[in-house]
């Protein structure tokens, strides 16, 4: 069992990652040009946290776990995972975190899932004790037992995801890297997969660094968010941090009877419309009242709903206001006990 502790188990400083791209431009001619994927990232985890790493698509969050692992090298900068330098010592540090990355499974596809597991127990050595003790837990946690007979081909997306998890979490990594873990999902899958995170961070102190574009996901695991865009840390905090940093804005949920365009209120702005329903913003400081009557007064009115924004449309405003930092301060010490405070 690992237990939380204060050391930090990430340490991420000043890392750069470019690649060079050489493009034809004509007969003989090439045209170099660097795409940076990332950019001065500095950051640290302590032991036994689980972080959120949000980011538009391209953002540079892949990029960051790849070297994280070990398999991509940073053009500069410094990392160390749990002690290790995760390019010179990948390896080494193999055996020490463990890795879902997305669709791509790490199990062998013509096998039963318990097959895959029993290879996973030989390679990793895990104790027979102690491997069967995990296997029928995670069997029970990520409800398994109807599927762990079954070539892993013939799993559904969120039954492969699941055993996924499996195989990452049963030789007890340190630290466990997750890429979309619950992307195309079914509700059940997600659900499942979301408790047994929340209760393997808590039970046995697993550092884990979650990528995601599911909100519910943040909202429900992580209690600190880092923010990346076009390579660059903007936010590293709290979720309730990162709500405050975008300003005193609350939401009105809005159903009208059919489909319409983007309200015109005076006092509030539409965010987002999806179908009949609607999506305001209004600053904090205003009552809601005014607000309810002047939508009642001129629109075909269903239901509504005032509440905090979503934290997706957070994460959005923080991608289009100019308030992402050019250069994100170092972040060498967090404390999970006192959160960081969000970048200014
Ligand atoms: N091998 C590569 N060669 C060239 N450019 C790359 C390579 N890998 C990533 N990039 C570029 O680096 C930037 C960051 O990509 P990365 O995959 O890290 O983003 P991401 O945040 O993981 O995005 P997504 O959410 O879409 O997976 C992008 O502009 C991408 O095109």
């Given at each position: 069992?690992?237990?939380?502790?204060?050391?930090?188990?990430?340490?991420?400083?000043?890392?750069?990652?470019?690649?060079?791209?050489?493009?034809?431009?004509?007969?003989?001619?090439r045209e170099r040009s660097d795409v940076h994927a990332v950019r001065d990232l500095s950051f640290s985890v302590r032991a036994g946290e689980m972080v959120g790493y949000l980011g538009p698509n391209g953002a540079g969050k892949s990029t960051t776990i790849?070297?994280?692992v070990g398999i991509l090298t940073p053009s500069a900068g410094r990392m160390r995972?749990?002690?290790?330098?995760?390019?010179?010592?990948?390896?080494?540090?193999?055996?020490?975190?463990?890795?879902?990355?997305?669709?791509?499974?790490?199990?062998?596809?013509?096998?039963?899932?318990?097959d895959s597991f029993d290879l996973i127990q030989r390679i990793y050595r895990i104790p027979p004790a102690r491997y069967r003790r995990n296997l029928d837990e995670f069997i029970e946690l990520l409800d398994l037992a109807s599927f762990i007979d079954t070539p892993v081909r013939q799993l559904s997306l969120g039954q492969r995801m699941r055993g996924s998890v499996t195989a990452?979490?049963?030789?007890?990594?340190?630290?466990?890297?997750?890429?979309?873990?619950?992307?195309?999902?079914?509700v059940v899958s997600k659900a499942a997969v979301r408790s047994f995170l929340a209760r393997t961070n808590r039970e046995s102190g697993t550092t884990i660094l979650l990528t995601t574009h599911d909100m519910t996901d943040v909202e429900q695991l992580c209690r600190r968010v880092m923010v990346i865009d076009h390579g660059r840390l903007g936010f590293d905090g709290t979720l309730d941090e990162l709500r405050t940093r975008i300003g005193g804005v609350r939401t009105l949920r809005v159903d009208l009877a059919e489909p319409h365009p983007p309200m015109t209120i005076e006092g509030a702005q539409v965010v987002r419309v999806d179908g009949a329903r609607q999506w305001l913003e209004f600053s904090s400081q205003d009552s809601a009242a005014p607000l309810v009557s002047a939508v009642a007064a001129r629109y075909p009115l269903v239901d509504l709903a005032v509440g905090e924004p979503a934290i997706e449309d957070v994460v959005a405003r923080l991608y289009t206001t100019d308030r992402l930092p050019a250069v994100p301060p170092s972040r060498t010490d967090p404390d999970p006990a006192h959160p960081p405070s969000p970048v200014r």
């Open positions: 069992m690992i237990l939380s502790s204060d050391a930090s188990v990430i340490d991420v400083s000043e890392v750069t990652r470019t690649f060079v791209l050489r493009r034809r431009t004509g007969w003989m001619r790849k070297m994280l995972v749990a002690g290790l330098d995760p390019s010179r010592q990948r390896l080494r540090l193999a055996r020490r975190i463990g890795v879902v990355f997305g669709q791509r499974s790490a199990l062998w596809s013509d096998l039963p899932l318990r990452a979490f049963l030789p007890e990594p340190e630290i466990v890297y997750l890429d979309e873990p619950t992307i195309g999902l079914d």
